[in-house]
């Protein structure tokens, strides 16, 4: 059984840094792609960043240089660095797994002041 917890989330003010922790357990973790996914109430869940299994990774345009996506699979964990944090940064991060995505987990909330 596939289970994804997120960890890391906070209040922060904007400028500010965090850093997302997702722990994975179930088989094949090191297979396959890994990533994080975002959403507002009312909005539609948006892709962040992903990581394959083969080391290729996708940034959404809106987080280019701000965010790094690592993984360290003997860990089965997966990492969201976020960087100067905006306001519009704020929203329920998801981590998932596979690709397409068939595991999700509950989410850790990070909220951005101005």
């Known amino acids: 059984q596939v289970q994804l917890v997120e960890s890391g989330g906070d209040s922060v003010q904007a400028g500010e840094s965090l850093k997302l922790s997702c722990s994975a357990s179930?088989?094949?973790?090191?297979?396959?792609?890994m990533g994080w996914y975002r959403q507002v109430p009312g909005k539609e869940r948006e892709l962040v960043a992903s990581?394959?299994?083969?080391?290729?990774?996708y940034y959404a345009e809106f987080v280019k240089g701000r965010f790094t996506i690592s993984r360290a699979n003997a860990k089965n964990m997966l990492y969201l660095q976020m960087s100067n944090l905006e306001p519009e940064d704020t929203a329920m991060y998801y981590c998932?797994?596979?690709?397409?995505?068939?595991?999700w987990g509950q989410g850790t909330q990070v909220t951005v002041s101005s």
């Open positions: 998932f797994r596979g690709d397409p995505p068939h595991s």
């Open positions: 179930g088989p094949l973790f090191s297979i396959e792609t």
């Open positions: 990581r394959s299994n083969m080391g290729r990774v």
